[in-house]
């Protein structure tokens, strides 16, 4: 009997020495074909970025059609991994697969026909109008062209800008007279001229020579019709207007200038708007591709529990313990790939694209810039470039020309008119033609109004009390911006680096728990808890790359039309 139990002893510190030196010969092979990644195509079928080692296993990728989980074997499903055979080669390590951070995809060569359709008013009525295609890869500069060209808010902010235009072409218009001109053209007849007719000829029967000649004569100019021309050219122009005019064409200028800021204040926000849902979908894009890494090494974690149970230096309790790490991974993994998918429907709402676009990005995951300014002088270029604050002083000087106009109402208005007539009748003995002139200057002052003119102009000076208190609350809030982008941008760099060492830690510190595991001196819960952290650190690396790049276009924003800014030079 104690001949069996060595026998079996052997047995089993031969299978462990076996399989430790299989994994570690993997683990020295990953390490050389690390140095030639860049050179391995992916899956073209799929958008892994991640590969596994030849021969183990197939790996759980997402189709780019329906999006859901799917498997390259057939005969492997995600609830059910088969059991491999001691002779099947380890894995590569985390090491071995392709830096998603290093990733980029070659974006749409010609993104325009990812605009809408022409017409405002086109309402999809049917599935097939409104399902989404295959996902295009587009930069972030290729988003930010599309979103300037097609964000409803930018466009209803310039036809606002074209109506101030009109709308200050009609203030100038009172700096110049009035022309105006009538002509009158009139043929009359009596509507009684039929009965005079009858009453005169009945008269004219039983009257005398001299009496009838004369009731002839007169019946003869009532039954006549007249044709008669009447014309006249006048000029208006107000000389004094109360303070009225020069006001209204201030209060126009102003607000032409209100909108201009008003669009620019759009479109900054707009830029900002697509860059963070850009860096939105990088973040998704990243985290699938790190869930489904995590699913990947839950199924190594798996095999690699099979296969010491199947040795006999393992347990069926670490086998379910793997399994269950592997259903919470898919299940991240799934949760994943909706986030991805609300991410692409966001960014294309932002960008106004047509009904079936959707998107992927295209650039790789890296730092969007340095920062080179310090924040005092990032807080007083601000100050100085803001719109918002600008736009505060217009609307103090707009309701300063408002209660002018509001006064004028009081104040005495002084204008001069003159007319000239000419007037002939085509039915009388004159031939000549008559003419005539009018010439007037009109002062009219109305003293009194019950106080609504002083009303309404003192209701003005509240506004223009509220736009500064609303000036210094901008500016107040304009400073915490930028303090808020900074602080965040500073933390968020060190972060990087902290992440970045993390990564690497966490990589090193599965790779050694799972070669202990392997060799049957470490335990499962050493496997699972360094996958745990590796899956953490990668996403604490992302994140903190993405939380990097949302501070700097946040501090960009902030700023506002920063030089040298590669993101805001667009037209």
């Known amino acids: 009997m104690d001949k069996i139990d ?76 088969p059991i491999i055979s001691q002779s099947t080669p380890t894995p590569a390590s985390s090491e071995n697969r392709t830096n998603i951070l290093e990733s980029a995809e070659e974006p749409i060569p010609n993104p325009e026909i990812l605009n809408p359709n022409a017409n405002p008013l086109l309402f999809p009525t049917k599935p097939s109008e409104v399902d989404v295609d295959a996902p295009q890869p587009i930069t972030l500069r290729q988003a930010l062209e599309l979103a300037i060209k097609n964000n409803k808010d930018i466009q209803v902010s310039r036809l606002n800008v074209e109506r101030s235009q009109e709308e200050l072409r009609q203030a100038r218009a009172d700096l110049y007279p009035t022309f105006s001109t009538s002509v009158n053209v009139q043929n009359a007849r009596s509507a009684g001229a039929d009965l005079s007719e009858a009453a005169a000829e009945a008269a004219i029967e039983g009257a005398d020579p001299v009496t009838a000649q004369q009731l002839e004569q007169q019946f003869g100019s009532t039954n006549e019709s007249s044709t008669s021309f009447d014309g006249s050219v006048s000029v208006n122009y107000d000389i004094y207007t109360g303070g009225r005019r020069g006001a209204d064409i201030r209060r126009a200028k102003r607000q032409l200038r209100f909108n201009e ?9 707009t830029r900002f708007d697509t860059a963070s849902d850009y860096y939105q979908l990088q973040n998704s894009d990243a985290q699938v591709e790190i869930q489904r890494a995590a699913v990947e090494d ?25 399994e269950v790490e592997l259903a919470q991974a898919q299940q991240d993994l799934t949760t994943a790939i909706a986030n991805q998918n609300i991410a692409r429907r966001q960014l294309a709402e932002t960008l106004s694209l047509g009904q079936q676009v959707n998107l992927r990005s295209a650039d790789a995951i890296e730092e969007a810039g340095n920062w080179n300014l310090t924040l005092p002088q990032s807080i007083v270029l601000a100050y100085k470039n803001r719109a918002e604050l600008e736009q505060f002083l217009l609307q103090r000087e707009i309701n300063a020309a408002q209660r002018q106009i509001a006064l004028a109402d009081i104040r005495p208005q002084v204008s001069v ?29 109305q003293f009194f109004d019950g106080g609504a003119a002083r009303a309404i102009a003192d209701q003005e000076e509240t506004d223009i009390d509220i736009a500064e208190t609303q000036f210094a609350d901008q500016r107040n809030q304009v400073r915490f911006e930028v303090e808020q982008a900074y602080y965040g941008l500073e933390a968020n760099q060190e972060n990087i680096d902290t992440a970045t060492r993390g990564v690497n830690l966490a990589e090193e510190s599965l790779r050694l728990a799972r070669l202990r595991f392997q060799a049957g001196v470490g335990t499962q819960t ?29 501090l960009q924003r902030a700023v506002t039309n920063l030089p040298d800014n590669s993101l805001y030079d667009l037209p």
């Open 417 to 445: 008119t003159g007319s000239y007539q000419l007037f002939n009748g085509f039915n009388d003995d004159v031939d000549k033609l008559g003419d005539g002139y009018t010439a007037a200057a009109i002062v009219q002052w």
């Open 261 to 269: 800021l008003d669009l620019e204040t759009i479109v900054e926000q």
């Open 6 to 81: 060595f026998f079996l002893k052997a047995v089993s510190i031969g299978t462990a020495i076996v399989l430790s030196n299989v994994t570690l010969a993997a683990a020295e092979a990953s390490t050389k074909a690390n140095k030639h990644l860049n050179t391995i195509e992916p899956y073209p079928q799929f958008e892994a970025h991640f590969l596994s080692a030849k021969g183990l296993f197939k790996p759980v990728v997402v189709s780019p059609k329906s999006n859901k989980l799917v498997n390259t074997d057939s005969n492997l499903t995600i609830e059910s991994v």
């Open 526 to 554: 050493d496997v699972i808890n360094a996958q745990t952290a590796l899956t953490q650190a990668r996403g604490d690396l992302v994140s903190a790359i993405i939380d990097y790049n949302q501070s700097y276009v946040q």
């Open 298 to 322: 839950a199924q190594q974690t798996l095999k690699d529990a099979q296969l010491l149970e199947q040795a006999g230096l393992g347990t069926r309790f670490e086998v379910l313990q793997a």
